[in-house]
């Protein structure tokens, strides 16, 4: 065989490039893409809608929270709960309400599933700073920032980990408060108390449908994804609660 016919059957055409972790992600992100624009198709037509409806609400509520408020650690604490309350809310109705492609879907996703970490955190400021002492509550608050920080970095560079890699970091970051509840039991009324785990028990719940994808009641309108997000609505509205307990005590 000639050489030059030689040379023409081995050439590059013949030995397909090899697969980089960058070209991998981009075919990982265009699968997923295309699977979002199927699932838009099918989602329940509630999705996002409880979340749009409580924003206007919760940002009413904490404004006379903080108006009412003459303790500046009790305002410090009512901010930071309604500015993290507000973007899980904002952003999650956004998210779930609109049809997103591409790039703008792909962060918006990860902030959304961001914010739960950040909406955890946010919970345990109010009630850090106004029960546990000065040292104590600096060390929970590091504690249950840091962990939410951990938890962003994990969404925002592994957006496509199967749930059970992050969902056990939700319930962890949760339960954080067991770290320092003889100190939280001394200092809070039984009402807060009870307050403050039955708001941790709805947010487990939701974390475990979340997970479970189950219950699924009715999936063209209400599906287990709305379960989640009715859990969320309730345990945030117990915290709250909870903190007005405190913030008009």
Do not use: C
Not at 36 to 44: F, G, L, M, N, T
Not at 97 to 108: D, N
Not at 175 to 193: G, N
Request: aromatic share 14%; proline share 6%; no cysteine.
């Amino acid at each position: 065989m000639p050489l030059s016919l030689r040379s023409a059957d081995t050439g590059s055409s013949h030995y397909p490039r090899p697969v980089t972790r960058r070209s991998s992600e981009r075919v990982l992100d265009d699968v997923s893409d295309r699977l979002q624009s199927r699932v838009e198709d099918i989602k329940p037509k509630l999705r996002g809608w409880l979340h749009l409806a409580t924003a206007p609400l919760a940002f009413f509520s904490f404004i006379v929270m903080l108006v009412l408020a003459d303790d500046p650690e009790a305002r410090a604490g009512a901010a930071v709960f309604m500015v993290s309350s507000l973007a899980l809310f904002v952003v999650s109705a956004v998210y779930h309400t609109g049809t997103w492609r591409g790039s703008v879907m792909q962060t918006l996703k990860r902030v959304d599933h961001s914010n739960i970490f950040i909406m955890i955190a946010g919970s345990y400021t109010p009630f850090s700073l106004l029960l546990l002492n000065g040292r104590h509550a600096a060390i929970m608050l590091s504690l249950v920032w840091g962990g939410a920080l951990l938890g962003v970095l994990f969404k925002v560079f592994w957006l496509h980990a199967p749930r059970w890699n992050y969902v056990p970091l939700y319930l962890l970051l949760g339960w954080a408060a067991v770290l320092y509840w003889p100190e939280f039991a001394e200092a809070a009324p039984t009402s807060v108390l009870v307050l403050m785990v039955v708001g941790g028990g709805l947010y487990t719940l939701g974390a475990l449908v979340y997970g479970f994808k189950r219950p699924d009641p009715f999936p063209r309108w209400f599906g287990f994804h709305e379960v989640f997000h009715a859990l969320t609505i309730a345990a945030f509205i117990v915290h709250y609660i909870g903190v007005s307990l405190l913030v008009y005590g």
